[in-house]
């Protein structure tokens, strides 16, 4: 009887010791290599605002983070505003790739100026009370700051208006992933919606890049 109780107990020790390795492996495995995918946004370079830029550029990159985040992407926002520091910037905090992004914007019609309202939509995800964790609070403050903020667009865009997006993704080894790209976009009626959509398409060309 002693003899069967320890060999029980030898077996039981092979079976658990694999299970335990892996989970330890598991959970000494990086966030960073676990989290798939990261892209770092820094503010966009903005043309054509008449009033905040640093507003409407919020507003852009907080849309761009709802478009992009998800189970295999981490978006990773950016306080440097030269291209070379996003670089740096993103480096330390564990993503390898940068988006870089103008935004032009040309007017073809009358109207306000574009930016002047933008003030609470792009302070949205600031304030946006967490809720679980807090990955995704900070998905759920960027989606509603980037609606806002592109429904406060649209109520200042004029028919014949024309918006342009500009971007590049670079890994922070210095690989260019997708070279110089536009996308762009006329109004043909009043109040229509020209960033939602060039947003989207950008968004995907670089969830294609990064994604394999």
């Known amino acids: ?5 320890l ?11 694999p299970a335990a390795a892996e989970a330890q492996e598991a959970a000494s495995t990086p966030a960073s290599e676990s989290a798939g995918a990261c892209v ?3 503010l966009p370079s903005v043309q054509g605002a008449q009033g905040s830029a640093t507003d409407l550029a919020t507003a852009t990159r907080d849309l761009f983070t709802s478009y992009l985040q998800g189970p295999s992407i981490k978006v990773v926002a950016l306080d440097a505003r030269l291209t070379s520091q996003a670089n740096e910037e993103a480096k330390q905090k564990a993503c390898g790739h940068v988006r870089v992004v103008s935004l032009v914007r040309k007017r073809g019609g009358g109207g306000g100026g574009l930016g002047r309202a933008l003030g609470q939509a792009a302070s949205t995800a600031a304030w946006y009370a967490p809720v679980g964790s807090v990955g ?3 998905a759920r403050g960027a989606a509603i700051a980037g609606a806002q903020a592109a429904s406060e667009i ?3 865009t004029r028919a014949r208006d024309e918006m342009r997006l500009e971007y590049r993704l670079v890994a922070t080894d210095g690989r260019v992933v997708i070279k110089q790209k536009e996308e762009k976009a006329k109004a043909s009626v009043d109040g229509e919606d020209l960033l939602t959509p060039l947003v989207n398409t950008v968004s995907e ?3 294609s890049a ?3």
């Open 1 to 5: 009887m002693r003899h069967f109780v």
């Open 7 to 17: 060999l029980v107990t030898i077996a039981g020790f092979c079976l658990i010791g």
């Open 40 to 42: 770092a946004i820094s």
């Open 136 to 138: 995704a609070s900070v």
């Open 154 to 156: 649209a109520t200042q």
């Open 205 to 207: 060309a670089i969830a």
């Open 210 to 212: 990064v994604v394999k």
